[in-house]
C-alpha cells in the first residue's frame, strides 16, 4: 500500500485546514485508516482513525475541532481541521492498516510521506 498525502499549509490560529491522502496499490487489504501527527521534540500521536465501517476515534485535544472521513471509492481519507491551534503544529502523517486475510493472516501499518502544519499568527 501506498500513501500520498497533501493539503498542509500556513494557517492563522483559528483558522482551518483539509489534508487529504490517497491510497494506491492493495487497497482491499485496508481496514482502517488514520492520522497522527508529531511535532518537534515529541512522539508521534495519533490524532483520528476511521474504519472500514465507518467508526471513529480522535485525540482529545482535537475531538470537537476535527473530523475525518473516508472516501471508499477512491481509497482516500480526509482530516477537517477548524479552530486551529498553535499547538497543532506539527508534520501529519496518514496511516493505513492492513490485514492480509484468514491464509497467512498478517496485520500491517503502512504511512504516508508527511504534510506540514504550521498555525502561527
Known amino acids: 500500500v501506498q500513501l500520498q498525502a497533501s493539503g498542509g499549509g500556513l494557517v492563522t490560529p483559528g483558522g482551518s485546514l483539509r489534508p487529504s491522502c490517497a491510497a494506491s496499490?492493495?487497497?482491499?487489504?485496508?481496514?482502517?485508516m488514520g492520522w497522527y501527527r508529531q511535532a518537534p521534540g515529541r512522539q508521534r500521536e495519533l490524532v483520528a482513525g476511521i474504519t472500514n465501517g465507518g467508526a471513529t476515534n480522535y485525540a482529545d485535544s482535537v475531538k470537537g475541532r476535527f473530523t475525518i472521513s473516508r472516501d471508499n471509492t477512491k481509497s482516500a481519507v480526509y482530516l477537517q481541521m477548524n479552530s486551529l491551534k498553535p499547538e497543532d503544529t506539527a508534520v501529519y502523517y496518514c496511516?493505513?492498516?492492513?490485514?492480509?486475510?484468514?491464509?497467512?493472516?498478517?496485520?500491517?501499518?503502512?504511512w504516508g510521506q508527511g504534510t506540514q502544519v504550521t498555525v502561527s499568527s
Open positions: 496511516s493505513a492498516d492492513t490485514w492480509s486475510g484468514w491464509g497467512t493472516n498478517e496485520v500491517a501499518r503502512y
Open positions: 496499490g492493495s487497497i482491499s487489504s485496508i481496514t482502517g
